[in-house]
């Protein structure tokens, strides 16, 4: 053999030594060769003399609107080989990812975050039942009690928003990914809770915003810890509803009653910022003066009425009316209105004594059947005695049997 035959021997071995070997589950590099009108990319493996394919769903894990925006021949890209098509013979072609390129980079950096404890933001895909479905490269999942740090009943709120999450477990094997955004709530709401705690005192006015609102009252945002204010404490007028006077949002001014430092609970009054409506009760419904209230509650023994918000006076039953009443619910009913006159204001003890009865005209002293009045007659009376009540004298009782006598006896002579 000539020298000149052995270098091209050799330079032909070198040539088929520099061939890679392409094996399933390799990433390897390649060139974007072709756009096929399927929507998929025909790419050559660099360094092995194949081609591949990647068909559409293994182009991104994220949605491509229109492939010729995303590639452009010559584009070189990174691709995992999934499969070879067309056996062992020569020529064979493959079944290509840059999905799962993506992906697998995906959880080893999901990997190496969790590992260092740090934190990752997720956008929000979907609502589905018992939790949020979340994009952070791979699938990911937050269930409804990882959520927040209370209950919702609408997860679908959450969808489109992108929420800081910690790292609560990592399987790539198994494509699971859970997440916990609730554990950056607590946090955060731990800090501006020791914040807030540090810096208000009772009797403090502050300013805040409806966070949530229940039967039992209306929970305050003051800046990252929530204040109850009582429905009792909303306003001195009757309350049935936090809801019929508040709204979530809604921005208010309140009064720090108490604070609960080991709890973490604050107290908090609307009404208290209010003017004291007993105040100005001699003003507003001072005695002898004729008011328009709203019966609020009927006891056994009277009813109570509103006055003026936050005012309830008593209107005893023997100060409904004239006539007999057995029950006030037999002449009442909570909500009705009605006039009636001040008989006495205590501002100082929170008492207002009220009468309909003053406002009725004096009844007849007749008993309703045109009969004279019955007077009171003494015991003479039964033994015909004289008296000035029923007009007779002794004179004229004595004269009036003698001349019945007289009479008689004339009759008998005849």
Request: charged residues 30%; proline residues 4%.
């Amino acid at each position: 053999m000539s020298e000149t035959d052995g270098n091209k021997n050799k330079e032909l071995m070198n040539a088929l030594n520099s061939v890679k070997k392409v094996n399933v589950g390799d990433v390897v590099n390649a060139e974007v060769l072709a756009i096929d009108d399927n929507k998929q990319l025909i790419v050559g493996i660099e360094d092995s003399g194949v081609e591949g394919v990647v068909p559409p769903r293994e182009l991104s894990s994220k949605p491509i609107n229109n492939i010729n925006d995303a590639f452009k021949v010559g584009d070189k890209i990174k691709v995992l080989v999934v499969t070879k098509i067309g056996g062992d013979k020569e020529g064979g072609s493959y079944v290509l990812s840059i999905r799962r390129v993506q992906s697998r980079k995906a959880w080893d950096e999901i990997q190496a975050k969790a590992d260092a404890k740090e934190t990752i933001k997720v956008p929000v895909s979907r609502a589905v039942r018992g939790g949020l479905v979340v994009d952070a490269g791979v699938r990911g999942f937050i269930p409804a009690s990882m959520i927040t740090d209370h209950f919702v009943r609408d997860l679908n709120q959450f969808k489109g928003q992108t929420l800081e999450c910690k790292i609560i477990e990592v399987v790539p094997e198994k494509n699971r990914l859970i997440l916990s955004h609730r554990a950056i709530v607590e946090e955060d709401r731990k800090a501006a809770r020791d914040k807030v705690m540090s810096n208000i005192s009772e009797g403090d006015t502050v300013e805040g915003k409806v966070a949530r609102l229940t039967n039992f009252g209306a929970f305050i945002d003051l800046g990252g810890i929530d204040g109850l204010v009582h429905i009792s404490q909303i306003s001195y007028a009757h309350v049935d509803k936090p809801s019929d006077v508040l709204k979530v949002g809604q921005e208010v001014k309140v009064k720090v009653m108490s604070i609960d430092q080991d709890r973490g609970r604050i107290s908090l009054s609307m009404k208290a910022l209010e003017p004291e409506p007993w105040d100005s009760i001699e003003e507003k419904a001072p005695k002898g003066s004729i008011v328009t209230g709203t019966v609020k509650r009927l006891v056994d023994f009277g009813a109570f009425v509103e006055v003026i918000p936050g005012v309830e006076g008593l209107l005893h039953i023997s100060q409904i009316s004239h006539q007999h009443v057995n029950t006030p619910s037999d002449v009442l009913k909570v909500g009705q209105e009605v006039k009636v006159k001040v008989l006495d204001v205590q501002p100082e003890n929170h008492r207002l004594s009220l009468s309909m009865r003053a406002l009725e005209p004096e009844p007849d002293r007749n008993d309703g059947n045109n009969k004279a009045p019955r007077h009171n007659v003494n015991d003479n009376s039964k033994t015909n005695a004289p008296t000035e009540e029923n007009g007779f004298t002794l004179g004229d009782i004595v004269g009036n049997e003698l001349k019945k006598e007289e009479n008689k006896n004339n009759k008998n002579n005849k």
